[in-house]
RNA sequence: AGGCUCGUAGCUCAGUUGGUUAGAGCGCUACCUUGACACGGUAGAGGUCUGGGGUUCGAGUCCCCACGAGCCUACCA
């Protein structure tokens, strides 16, 4: 049969089809009969109603790679899909598509509001599920979670409901951090904080009963109003006088109280602070101790409330304004100076965050934290209930963060999330908290019961994710056999957010950790070293680039690059970097389909290589002996698949994908392909044989290795070569096996000299200018049987180059007169005089006497030092003599040429 | 304020416990359209590893300082 197949790899043509069987074909389907040591994994679920971005890409490019690669090789695997409600994302894009037609979703009220969330899911919600097909992830779509589903909602409340049982969730009035824009409390992780340069505005307070003013010094004017104190250091002598005295509080006409507290830093500002309990987290603290009122002044959406009296309905930047004038016309504003300081921005809304007195639920933290800290502390390879955190500073980072933990704010004032399972007593205020709706008040049976409007924060039923998705608290057999999962893939910016909490809750809930380790990624930065981002039109879309591209060249693209513990930084040239090998693979498999279709008109059945057994037997030998470049071919086909296990093993991506680069590009393609292009032709019909098919074992196994990496391109060729019967999918063949019997280190070193050889000659080729289409005659001395047999078989077109013509190995040593190329291993010699350029040729030996003179130089000072000698390893040692004496040789031969060509131009 | 990371070829970055002439991709130069591939081939140029000091037989690799870039945590008004 005769294979059409285009000139370049198209990817566009190629990937859907693959993308659609392997869904159709339910081929990553888990099975929890099936044998093998367990490969498990979850997804981060990514937002249900956000679409593909660069940093799932890389995410879900490093999960599928490992995932595969442990399918691969034999291990019973899971990759569970699914999606996040994400609660205050999600309502804020509803509410702005509303807003964008005039409707205020307040009005809609809350069950029409949810109904049309759920609306915007069904529609927008399938996107990003529908991206990941189309790149190719090979999860098991039979077990797509979504933690907002009626199942996931059953575990959260019965997890809250233990949690209260056990004393760790509680309701409790603190000051908390409000957004005005969401109009919800937000927890301290998604408070960002940002420097911003400020003011430092000088206030006087008259103190009552006296001509006497104290100046407090403030970032926030406008927070004076809900001022119940001014504060002084008990030991400072500039205001020891008035502790116990009151000031009469400006603009407010409210006497409050000087009180002494030690919390008050006398070298900054004035040494006289405004205290206002009811906005600011300090001043609440300070309210506490001395029993003051807090006086709230401003309203849920950042405006001034009925307590600030004049200024209320102000928003709260224009009362800052206002108060700052009438301070000013009053003559109380003594001076303001600039002032630095760090700001509190919501991480959605990017608005200014106020602390706020308010209401909410929390849950205990330091409890739940120590055995999570313990897991990971603790941890060791192989110990069960342990952690490991890669890379490793990110384990001191989550160790430090989780000693010094809060309490976690869990409720938010939304209507799209979990419900709080909490409900009050209309008559006796009872709070019950239950699994079910209760009918009636379970202390006075007063029917009048009412559900707690908030809704969950959106982490803490992604906090549960790694085992309610796989059917806890029963003990399913999806639970049984893949939890605790083996493996999550993050980035660092949720560590805090998610790894801690899931690692956390998970200790508590499940017994076990819920992870055995977690590596945390890259991120993806723009060039200018920003984290990249749609909103400010710095992403790149990795849909566009796909398809662009390929899927198979960015996935390459980006675990080429996906060195541990480093950003990425993504661009166009890498990306054609990555095509084009995508390319050159596609290209390789032509020339091999060339050659099959050869075969198969010569009357050699292709069949047998379709047995995995037959395979596993390469390389193929010829009377016995397997060739020389096929010896190295799998020697090296051994050594870079076991770099390339060595490298998942440690999420070392970027040095896994560089191995198969250049396995494939410079080892299978350079060298390999073009050595054996002859052998195809050679005139023993058997030995030709042996030379395609070792050339067909070693590209398949090429394609194996390469299947994680670049699924579709690879799924494609190896559909078109003879398979097994019955064999669905190279995602389901075996990982190549690094076989002890195929390293051979002779084959490596003898291949090794041949490739110097070759380089030489198209060195002195290049370099004189030679005719590249002329033959030439060239005389060699050497002691290598390799080298001994390219000269018999007078391979002169190897590498495309007719190099070399009459090429004779003569004994003794090779004269002047030409061009020459020496090592310690043997001496090639062109004797095309008249056209040599001797002064290039002298330039080019000066310059390796130099390096070589300087290199010698240093060893020998450095096996002369009787400290080194006795110190450094023996194998240091001795390979250090060794190539001294090679150095050395080499450098003899430099010299002689150059004084022979020195004689020689002195005598014409 | 505390903690962390980074500064290696023109550009973007690798470089695993310190060990023999520091690597890749892109770009650049010269030559080559040869029946897998110009998204290609061949050959080549180009870094002494930000600066300074130290430890060591030996440092890009460990320590200290300086300069530069970035990140995280933090209630100083």
Request: neutral net charge; aromatic residues 10%; charged residues 25%.
């Amino acid at each position: 049969m005769a294979r059409e197949i285009a000139k370049a790899y198209e990817p566009q043509q190629i990937e859907p089809r693959w993308a659609e069987y392997w869904v159709a074909e339910a081929l990553f389907k888990a099975d929890t009969k099936a044998r093998g040591p367990v490969f498990s994994i979850v997804i981060p679920p990514p937002n249900v109603t956000g679409s593909l971005h660069i940093g799932h890409m890389l995410e879900h490019t490093e999960i599928d790679i490992l995932t595969r690669w442990h399918r691969m090789r034999g291990f019973n695997t899971l990759f569970l899909p699914g999606t996040d409600h994400a609660g205050i994302s999600t309502q804020r894009v509803v509410v702005k598509q509303l807003m964008d037609q005039g409707i205020d979703y307040h009005k809609l009220g809350r069950e029409e509001f949810e109904k049309r969330v759920w609306a915007w899911k069904a529609e927008a919600g399938g996107q990003i599920t529908k991206q990941m097909r189309s790149i190719g992830e090979s999860c098991d779509w039979s077990r797509e979670r979504f933690t907002l589903s009626p199942e996931m909602s059953r575990v959260v409340r019965k997890v809250f409901v233990q949690l209260y049982s056990e004393g760790l969730i509680y309701r409790e009035t603190r000051l908390v951090n409000w957004c005005p824009v969401c109009l919800t409390v937000l927890s301290d992780l998604e408070v960002n904080h940002e420097d911003r340069q400020g003011h430092l505005w000088h206030i006087r307070y008259p103190v009552a009963g006296s001509q006497e003013f104290v100046t407090v010094a403030t970032t926030r004017p406008e927070t004076m109003l809900g001022d119940t104190a001014v504060a002084v250091h008990p030991e400072d002598e500039r205001y020891k006088h008035l502790a116990g005295k009151k000031v009469l509080l400006p603009l407010m006409n409210r006497e409050i109280p000087i009180i002494a507290d030690a919390m008050v830093d006398r070298e900054f500002g004035t040494g006289a602070v405004k205290i206002t309990p009811a906005h600011d987290a300090n001043d609440f603290e300070v309210g506490k101790r001395h029993g003051l009122a807090e006086i709230d002044v401003m309203t849920d959406d950042g405006r001034m409330s009925a307590a600030a009296g004049d200024f209320a309905g102000l928003d709260r930047f224009e009362a800052r304004k206002r108060i700052v004038e009438d301070l000013k016309t009053k003559g109380l504003l003594e001076k303001v100076t600039e002032h630095a300081h760090s700001i509190g921005i919501c991480e959605r809304s990017k608005t200014i965050v106020e602390p706020r007195i308010s209401t909410q639920w929390f849950c205990k933290m330091k409890g739940l934290a120590e055995p999570a800290i313990k897991a990971v502390r603790e941890y060791e390879p192989r110990k069960e209930n342990t952690i490991q955190i890669v890379p490793d500073n990110r384990r001191q980072e989550f160790l430090n963060w989780l000693d010094n933990i809060r309490d976690w704010t869990i409720s938010r004032q939304l209507w799209w999330g979990h419900r709080i399972p909490a409900w009050y007593c209309g008559d006796c205020e009872e709070l019950i908290v239950a699994e079910e709706a209760p009918v009636k008040c379970v202390k006075c049976g007063s029917g009048k019961v009412t559900q707690d409007p908030d809704v969950l924060d959106t982490w803490f039923s992604s906090g549960l994710w790694p085992f309610s998705t796989l059917g806890w608290p029963e003990k399913t057999a999806d639970f049984e056999k893949y939890y605790p999962t083996s493996l999550l893939i993050t980035g660092y910016d949720i560590l805090f957010f998610w790894v801690a909490r899931m690692a956390m809750l998970g200790i508590h809930l499940s017994g076990k950790v819920p992870f055995r380790a977690v590596y945390l990624h890259s991120l993806v930065r723009t060039g200018s070293g920003e984290k990249m981002s749609k909103t400010k039109g710095t992403g790149l879309d990795p849909v566009v680039l796909n398809q662009q591209y390929g899927t198979d060249a960015m996935r390459f693209c980006l675990a080429s690059m996906a060195a541990p513990g480093t950003d990425i930084v993504l661009s166009d040239d890498r990306l054609g970097g990555a095509r084009n090998f995508a390319n050159k693979i596609w290209n390789a498999a032509r020339f091999l389909f060339v050659n099959l279709d050869k075969f198969e008109q010569g009357g050699t059945a292709i069949e047998e290589l379709a047995s995995p057994e037959v395979r596993a037997l390469a390389p193929y030998k010829f009377k016995g002996n397997v060739p020389l470049v096929d010896a190295w071919l799998f020697s090296r086909l051994a050594s870079v698949t076991e770099m390339v296990n060595e490298a998942l093993a440690n999420y070392r991506f970027h040095e896994a994908a560089q191995g198969v680069y250049q396995f494939f590009w410079g080892d299978f393609c350079d060298w390999y392909i073009e050595w054996v292009k002859p052998e195809l032709q050679n005139a023993d019909r058997e030995r030709a044989i042996v030379a395609w098919k070792n050339l067909f074992a070693g590209f398949d196994a090429a394609l194996r290795l390469l299947h994680p990496f670049m699924p579709f391109l690879t799924e494609e060729l190896w559909h078109q070569l003879p398979q097994r019967p019955g064999t669905k999918s190279i995602a389901l063949d075996k990982f190549p096996v690094a076989q002890e019997s195929w390293k051979n280190s002779g084959a490596l070193e003898e291949f090794e000299v041949l490739q110097y050889l070759i380089t030489s000659v198209r060195n002195i080729r290049a370099e004189q200018k030679l005719d590249p289409k002329k033959k030439i005659a060239a005389e060699l001395t050497s002691k290598e049987a390799a080298v001994r047999e390219l000269v018999e078989r007078n391979l002169d077109t190897i590498l495309r180059v007719a190099f070399l013509s009459d090429l004779k190995l003569i004994p003794g040593k090779i004269g002047v007169g030409g061009v020459i190329r020496s090592t310690a291993r043997f001496d090639l010699r062109i004797p095309f005089a008249e056209i040599v350029d001797s002064q290039a040729e002298i330039a080019r030996s000066k310059k390796e006497i130099d390096g070589l003179t300087k290199d010698i130089a240093s060893k020998e000072a450095q096996l002369a030092n009787e400290t080194f000698r006795s110190r450094a390893p023996e194998k240091i040692i001795k390979g250090m003599e060794a190539t001294l004496e090679q150095r050395r040789v080499e450098l003899r031969k430099h010299m002689d040429r150059v004084a022979e060509f020195e004689k020689s131009d002195r005598s014409t």
